[in-house]
């Protein structure tokens, strides 16, 4: 194993690296356009929360490589064409939004009511009490789902692999296919995602015990 590695770390860095900025980018999108669809499903317009609804049950229920590979075979077809990363990208940011929504829904809701009606009452308006008041108090609630959430995206970025994306698991079949080395080849990429997600889930423990105590 440490022969392979040695022959091929070009390509696994290089994956890895790949896998780095897929994650982040979705890590970072997917909590905003999720946020905005757990805030949505809770609107009083029944038009703003029927549509949000719609969006979070429908792409939780379908599988992340459909969306992929509609990005990746279909969209080009009607309007832009999309690279593998790209495609595998936005096909993940849009899987997991839908999953964060609901995390931070449950956590919005579990937040008294009180505490919006406080808000508003202060003078503030409905947004900036989300913000500053009801979202920090339900982003503390959820920190558990939700880092598992992160962590589940980093895994789930191996949908790469599958429209040429050029990820950690892309690489690590381009190592496996030329050299028969399976077993080897694989537990390597394994490790390379540990590296990824153990400090992810370390982090969340991390914030969970702390802000239990301060909150």
Not at 18 to 31: G, R
């Given at each position: 194993?440490?022969?392979l590695?040695q022959?091929?770390h070009?390509?696994f860095?290089?994956?890895f690296k790949?896998?780095i900025?897929s994650?982040?980018i979705?890590?970072v999108?997917s909590?905003?356009?999720g946020?905005l669809m ?10 703003v ?11 939780r229920n379908?599988p ?5 590979m509609?990005f ?5 077809m009607?309007w ?14 849009i899987?997991?939004?839908?999953f ?9 809701q ?15 308006t409905?947004w ?14 959820v920190?558990?789902p ?9 895994k ?15 690489q ?11 077993f080897?080849t694989?537990?390597i ?7 990824l997600?153990l400090?992810l889930?370390y982090l969340m423990n991390h914030?969970e ?7």
């Amino acid at each position: 194993m440490i022969q392979l590695f040695q022959e091929y770390h070009s390509l696994f860095f290089e994956g890895f690296k790949i896998t780095i900025y897929s994650s982040v980018i979705a890590l970072v999108f997917s909590l905003i356009i999720g946020t905005l669809m757990a805030i949505f499903q809770l609107s009083q317009n029944r038009i703003v929360r029927g549509l949000s609804k719609a969006y979070v049950e429908f792409f939780r229920n379908i599988p992340l490589l459909i969306i992929a590979m509609f990005f990746v075979v279909v969209v080009p077809m009607y309007w832009i064409s999309l690279d593998g990363f790209q495609a595998g990208t936005i096909a993940l940011i849009i899987y997991t939004s839908a999953f964060i929504a609901e995390t931070v829904r449950s956590g919005i809701q579990t937040v008294p009511k009180g505490q919006m009606e406080a808000g508003l009452s202060s003078g503030f308006t409905y947004w900036q009490t989300m913000r500053y008041l009801i979202l920090p108090q339900a982003f503390k609630i959820v920190i558990p789902p939700l880092g598992n959430q992160f962590i589940n995206l980093v895994k789930n970025s191996s949908v790469l692999a599958m429209v040429a994306g050029l990820d950690l698991m892309y690489q690590a079949d381009s190592v496996a296919n030329t050299t028969f080395e399976t077993f080897n080849t694989y537990i390597i990429a394994a490790l390379f995602y540990l590296v990824l997600t153990l400090p992810l889930s370390y982090l969340m423990n991390h914030l969970e015990k702390r802000w239990s105590v301060t909150g």
